[in-house]
Protein backbone atom coordinates (compact mmCIF):
# COMPACT_ATOMS: atom_id res chain seq x y z
CA UNK A 1 0.00 0.00 0.00
CA UNK A 2 1.54 3.20 -1.14
CA UNK A 3 -0.53 6.88 -0.23
CA UNK A 4 0.55 10.12 0.94
CA UNK A 5 -0.06 11.73 4.34
CA UNK A 6 0.14 14.98 5.93
CA UNK A 7 3.03 15.06 8.75
CA UNK A 8 1.84 15.57 12.39
CA UNK A 9 3.58 18.78 12.90
CA UNK A 10 2.51 20.50 9.86
CA UNK A 11 -1.83 19.55 9.86
CA UNK A 12 -2.74 23.52 10.84
CA UNK A 13 -1.20 24.46 7.91
CA UNK A 14 -3.08 22.72 4.76
CA UNK A 15 -0.30 21.25 3.15
CA UNK A 16 -0.99 20.14 -0.26
CA UNK A 17 -1.99 15.89 -0.82
CA UNK A 18 0.06 15.32 -3.65
CA UNK A 19 -1.94 14.21 -7.08
CA UNK A 20 -1.29 13.65 -10.57
CA UNK A 21 -2.78 15.66 -12.95
CA UNK A 22 -3.43 13.97 -16.16
CA UNK A 23 -4.34 10.24 -16.46
CA UNK A 24 -1.03 9.43 -18.00
CA UNK A 25 1.31 11.51 -15.28
CA UNK A 26 3.65 9.22 -13.81
CA UNK A 27 4.29 11.77 -10.72
CA UNK A 28 2.55 13.28 -7.91
CA UNK A 29 3.13 16.79 -7.53
CA UNK A 30 4.65 17.93 -4.55
CA UNK A 31 3.69 21.54 -2.83
CA UNK A 32 5.24 24.32 -1.26
CA UNK A 33 4.26 24.51 2.28
CA UNK A 34 5.06 27.80 2.61
CA UNK A 35 6.35 30.83 0.89
CA UNK A 36 10.07 31.41 0.90
CA UNK A 37 12.36 33.38 -1.34
CA UNK A 38 15.51 31.53 -2.47
CA UNK A 39 18.33 34.23 -2.70
CA UNK A 40 20.74 34.28 -6.10
CA UNK A 41 22.94 30.85 -6.10
CA UNK A 42 21.27 29.44 -2.74
CA UNK A 43 20.26 26.27 -1.64
CA UNK A 44 16.86 26.41 0.24
CA UNK A 45 15.20 23.36 1.29
CA UNK A 46 11.41 23.58 0.66
CA UNK A 47 9.03 21.93 2.68
CA UNK A 48 5.87 20.25 1.42
CA UNK A 49 4.15 19.00 5.04
CA UNK A 50 3.81 15.30 3.51
CA UNK A 51 5.10 12.29 3.94
CA UNK A 52 4.90 9.02 1.75
CA UNK A 53 3.71 5.67 3.05
CA UNK A 54 5.08 2.54 0.85
CA UNK A 55 6.02 -1.08 0.71
CA UNK A 56 9.06 -2.58 1.47
CA UNK A 57 10.50 -2.96 -2.13
CA UNK A 58 9.42 0.44 -3.33
CA UNK A 59 10.62 3.88 -3.20
CA UNK A 60 9.52 7.30 -4.23
CA UNK A 61 11.91 9.22 -6.46
CA UNK A 62 12.00 13.11 -6.66
CA UNK A 63 12.33 14.92 -9.80
CA UNK A 64 11.82 18.65 -10.36
CA UNK A 65 9.06 19.71 -12.31
CA UNK A 66 10.02 20.55 -16.16
CA UNK A 67 8.78 24.01 -15.84
CA UNK A 68 10.95 24.99 -12.70
CA UNK A 69 14.18 25.42 -14.35
CA UNK A 70 13.10 27.28 -17.36
CA UNK A 71 10.27 29.14 -16.22
CA UNK A 72 11.64 29.88 -12.64
CA UNK A 73 15.55 29.31 -13.23
CA UNK A 74 15.52 27.26 -9.83
CA UNK A 75 17.10 23.14 -9.94
CA UNK A 76 16.80 20.67 -7.52
CA UNK A 77 20.24 20.70 -6.06
CA UNK A 78 20.46 16.55 -5.36
CA UNK A 79 19.22 16.15 -9.14
CA UNK A 80 16.91 13.15 -8.15
CA UNK A 81 15.97 12.72 -4.74
CA UNK A 82 15.48 9.22 -3.13
CA UNK A 83 12.79 8.17 -0.44
CA UNK A 84 13.49 5.21 1.26
CA UNK A 85 10.67 3.45 2.48
CA UNK A 86 12.05 3.13 5.78
CA UNK A 87 11.97 7.45 5.73
CA UNK A 88 8.65 7.09 7.00
CA UNK A 89 7.78 7.85 10.44
CA UNK A 90 11.34 8.16 11.19
CA UNK A 91 11.72 9.66 14.77
CA UNK A 92 13.59 13.03 13.61
CA UNK A 93 10.91 14.35 11.18
CA UNK A 94 8.43 11.59 10.80
CA UNK A 95 9.62 11.32 7.16
CA UNK A 96 9.10 14.89 6.05
CA UNK A 97 9.41 15.11 2.58
CA UNK A 98 11.37 18.42 1.60
CA UNK A 99 12.55 19.39 -1.58
CA UNK A 100 16.48 21.26 -1.95
CA UNK A 101 16.02 23.80 -5.13
CA UNK A 102 18.96 25.64 -6.43
CA UNK A 103 18.22 29.02 -6.98
CA UNK A 104 20.43 29.67 -10.58
CA UNK A 105 19.26 33.00 -11.10
CA UNK A 106 21.13 36.53 -10.30
CA UNK A 107 18.05 37.81 -8.30
CA UNK A 108 16.22 35.64 -5.39
CA UNK A 109 12.67 33.61 -6.59
CA UNK A 110 10.20 33.32 -4.78
CA UNK A 111 8.37 30.25 -4.11
CA UNK A 112 4.52 30.58 -3.12
CA UNK A 113 2.81 28.54 -0.90
CA UNK A 114 0.69 25.78 -2.61
CA UNK A 115 3.10 26.27 -5.87
CA UNK A 116 3.53 22.94 -7.41
CA UNK A 117 8.04 22.48 -7.28
CA UNK A 118 8.47 18.77 -7.75
CA UNK A 119 6.67 15.75 -8.76
CA UNK A 120 7.43 12.10 -6.77
CA UNK A 121 7.41 8.88 -8.74
CA UNK A 122 6.72 6.06 -6.49
CA UNK A 123 9.29 2.48 -8.26
CA UNK A 124 9.81 -0.66 -7.17
CA UNK A 125 13.64 -1.67 -6.86
CA UNK A 126 15.79 -5.31 -6.92
CA UNK A 127 18.60 -6.07 -4.73
CA UNK A 128 21.45 -7.89 -5.97
CA UNK A 129 21.72 -11.81 -4.83
CA UNK A 130 24.31 -11.19 -2.20
CA UNK A 131 22.21 -7.95 -1.02
CA UNK A 132 23.56 -7.01 2.67
CA UNK A 133 22.33 -4.46 4.80
CA UNK A 134 24.76 -2.32 7.34
CA UNK A 135 21.45 -1.73 10.18
CA UNK A 136 18.33 -3.10 10.27
CA UNK A 137 16.83 0.54 11.03
CA UNK A 138 16.62 3.82 9.91
CA UNK A 139 17.80 6.15 13.41
CA UNK A 140 17.38 9.55 12.24
CA UNK A 141 15.46 11.73 9.03
CA UNK A 142 16.70 13.83 6.12
CA UNK A 143 19.89 12.64 4.75
CA UNK A 144 20.48 10.23 8.01
CA UNK A 145 21.40 7.39 6.21
CA UNK A 146 24.74 8.38 5.23
CA UNK A 147 25.91 8.35 8.93
Known amino acids: MRKFEVVTTFKDQDPV ?7 GSAGYDLSALTEIT ?8 VPTGIKAMMAKDEVLMIYPRS ?5 RGLMMSNSVGVIDSDYYGNP ?7 VPLVNM ?3 PVTIKKGERI ?6 CYLKTS ?7 QRTGGF ?4 H
Open 92 to 98: DNEGHIM
Open 143 to 146: GSSG
Open 118 to 123: AQGIFM
Open 67 to 71: SLAIK
Open 38 to 45: ILPKQIAL
Open 130 to 136: DDEVKSK
Open 105 to 107: KDE
Open 17 to 23: IPTRVTE
